[in-house]
């Protein structure tokens, strides 16, 4: 109710010129509804102080956005919509200005400002943003003429590329730039009324106006040691010429690919502003500094049945779309088949690069199979011999006929193989050796050794499930054994490795495949549960008990409902002193305030987390195994999400309790302060280290 009263006076002060206050009335709760009222009033100076000041601040034109720490009074930015931690808009237009300054320049000058949105109605506001970038231009054309009298023609307009002279408009005796304002009524519907005229011209009626793409696209080729590019030089293939227009389709003349199928690759694309005229499909070395990397498209391309890495030759056609990407259309010889791929053209990462610093083109020296394409990096630090040696030895040990290493030795094998202590093994590593593992999952049927080792090895190389391009494709490799479920179910050891397997991968499981583990986990380990169960689940054993328990409290995709379920059901084997081990690490990953991969939306609701905590401090004898701190600081702790923060009482509340138990204050900082995840806690929500180099935050 204080929300909407304060936004309908704020809306009332906007639209009422005349008005310097207007009351703020809360009712109160009860039957004392009169005697409950509370009253405030907003000011049009406390108004305009704050969203000025706030969202708009005059600042000079090198004052470019920069992040700040955000802590609990961070109102702007906390709403649970994912803001900018900065909210003040001027200074994201610096640095916008700023990273596309002319070269020479320090800032871009302003030909005309258009506005739109309701967000503008405000006269106050488009009057500050006319005002801020008005003094911008006048500092730079300023500065220019100090620096350079012939540089500050071109800042001021005169002989500018688009032919302004300077006669009408901005000049260098007054700068600012034009304003097209069609007044109040227009901000709310420009997008709206741009958009319905676009949907006429696609229909053949209105004027289209548009240059075509002002940027020329190029795939990465590979080469040979003989045939490299000259140090410094890029040889890409062109696939997107400038000025291509919106719709058109262009086929890559006179040049047929080679397309690696059914593996994971990598196709690496950049763009250049340059005024190059490279025709499609020509083969050309280009200087790194001319090329802007965008993100590269890792996929799989499948192919019917034929063994991973099996090339086919294709011929290619690209496609500009309205929504800003490029489709590439790879043409089987053979089959006929088409292959598309789609590159986000609009993607942050391929912004220009701020002025004064080099594009960065990505990793481009290496050869592949087939121009176009790359296999991801597989060697990381690790020679590829004894990569190859790691490998096989996973091979050995998972042979079909005996004489086989013991699978117990493989880890402490793989070590020796690699040089490298298993915590320390690169991402890229652990990646390529699960792909191989998945390749090799029949054979975990050949012994319940096998098995367990398998589940077990695969899980590590796999964990967490994700952050390496293609780990949705290689989790739902793996999904498919979950059917089969384990060969060797009398043997507690596999069966204590099918839930470590599913607890370390669980970020990169699908909602669905989440909610079936839970349908199979949470019977096993919740009693009410098991006894309304068609099919009596079975009953584990302590250890694997606790397994079933960490697993099933890392399902963070499913809803906030059957966690909040789960949660209820360990908090009263806590209270019934029936828990099991480690049951305080699942209860704070079951009611963390901040989760590591899963929505918000899954996030049990303040109500029944703050119920979790005072349950937790009203134990009379909590486990033994395990301190309360981090539970109920991951429970408690602060995120600058009013819809799932807990009140200020209960985190003193918290705080307190924790205190008279030896918690040292840095620990209870969370609770107040809203602090960074470090690596340090991010391992130890996920229940082990993570790999090097990888963080979940």
């Not at 929504?323 to 790879?330: I, M, N, P, R």
């Amino acid at each position: 109710q204080l929300k909407l009263e304060c936004r309908l006076a704020k809306e009332a002060l906007f639209s009422h010129p005349d008005k310097d206050e207007l009351p703020v009335v809360v009712t109160g709760r009860g039957s004392k509804l009169i005697g409950g009222t509370m009253r405030a009033s907003l000011t049009r100076a406390t108004l305009e102080q704050v969203l000025l000041e706030g969202y708009y601040p005059a600042l000079p034109a090198g004052a470019a956005a920069k992040p700040k720490r955000a802590t609990a009074q961070a109102g702007f930015t906390e709403f649970g919509l994912p803001y900018a931690q900065d909210p003040g808009i001027t200074r994201h237009l610096a640095a916008f200005l700023m990273r596309h300054a002319r070269e020479g320049e320090s800032f871009a000058h302003i030909d005309a400002l258009l506005f739109n949105g309701g967000a503008l109605k405000p006269v106050l506001v488009r009057d500050r943003v006319c005002k801020v970038v008005g003094d911008w231009m006048r500092a730079t054309v300023a500065e220019t003429l100090a620096e350079a009298p012939s540089q500050a023609k071109r800042a001021a307009g005169e002989a500018r590329e688009d032919g302004w002279d300077g006669s009408a408009g901005p000049g260098p005796e007054d700068p600012r730039p034009l304003i097209y304002d069609e007044g109040d009524t227009a901000l709310e519907l420009a997008v709206a009324r741009g958009a319905a005229y676009f949907g006429l011209v696609r229909a053949g009626l209105g004027v289209r106006v548009g240059g075509g793409s002002p940027r020329e696209y190029f795939l990465a080729v590979g080469h040979t040691e003989d045939d490299a590019p000259a140090e410094g030089q890029v040889r890409v293939v062109c696939v997107a010429p400038r000025g291509m227009q919106d719709g058109q389709v262009i086929e890559v003349p006179g040049r047929e690919f080679n397309l690696v199928t059914n593996r994971p690759v990598e196709f690496p694309i950049f763009f250049t502003s340059s005024p190059r005229k490279d025709p499609v499909g020509s083969v050309v070395d280009v200087p790194e500094d001319e090329l802007v990397a965008l993100p590269p498209l890792q996929t799989v391309v499948k192919f019917g049945k034929q063994k991973a890495g099996t090339e086919v030759p294709v011929r290619m056609q690209a496609r500009r779309t309205e929504l800003g990407t490029l489709e590439l259309s790879c043409l089987s010889r053979m089959s006929g088949a088409r292959f598309k791929l789609e590159f986000d053209l609009r993607a942050s990462h391929g912004e220009e690069p701020e002025a004064g610093q080099p594009a960065e083109p990505a990793a481009h020296d290496q050869p592949f199979g087939g121009a176009g394409t790359r296999a991801p990096p597989e060697q990381g630090e690790v020679e590829p011999e004894r990569l190859e040696a790691a490998k096989a030895r996973i091979d050995a040990t998972f042979a079909v006929e005996p004489p086989r290493p013991d699978p117990d030795a493989l880890m402490k094998g793989l070590e020796e193989d690699l040089a490298l202590g298993r915590d320390a093994f690169p991402l890229p590593v652990l990646r390529t050796l699960a792909e191989h593992l998945v390749e090799l999952m029949e054979r975990r049927a050949l012994s319940a050794a096998l098995e367990t080792r398998w589940l077990n090895v695969v899980g590590f190389c796999l964990r967490p499930g994700f952050g390496v391009p293609m780990d949705d494709w290689r989790v739902r490799q793996l999904w498919k054994i979950h059917a089969q479920g384990v060969l060797h179910p009398a043997h507690d050891p596999a069966e204590l490795n099918w839930w470590i397997l599913w607890r370390r991968v669980a970020g990169g499981l699908a909602r669905g495949h989440q909610e079936e583990l839970a349908s199979r986990a949470f019977p096993m380990v919740i009693p009410a549960l098991a006894k309304r169960a068609k099919k009596k689940p079975p009953k584990p054993q302590s250890q694997e008990a606790a397994e079933v328990w960490r697993a099933a409290a890392s399902l963070e995709q499913i809803g906030a409902k059957s966690r909040a379920q789960l949660g209820d059901g360990l908090m009263q084997l806590l209270e019934e002193k029936k828990a099991p081990r480690g049951a305080l690490w699942c209860l704070g990953r079951i009611g963390a305030r901040k989760l590591l991969y899963g929505p918000r939306e899954a996030t049990v609701r303040p109500q029944v987390a703050e119920a979790w905590a005072r349950r937790l401090m009203a134990l009379k004898k909590p486990p033994k195994d395990e301190h309360p701190a981090s539970c109920l600081v991951a429970m408690c702790r602060l995120t600058g999400d009013r819809q799932f923060d807990l009140p200020e009482g209960i985190r003193k509340e918290v705080a307190a309790f924790l205190t008279e138990r030896g918690v040292p204050e840095e620990q209870l900082r969370p609770l107040f302060e809203i602090v960074q995840v470090d690596t340090k806690t991010e391992a130890q929500a996920f229940g082990e280290g993570l790999p090097v180099g990888l963080t979940l935050s």
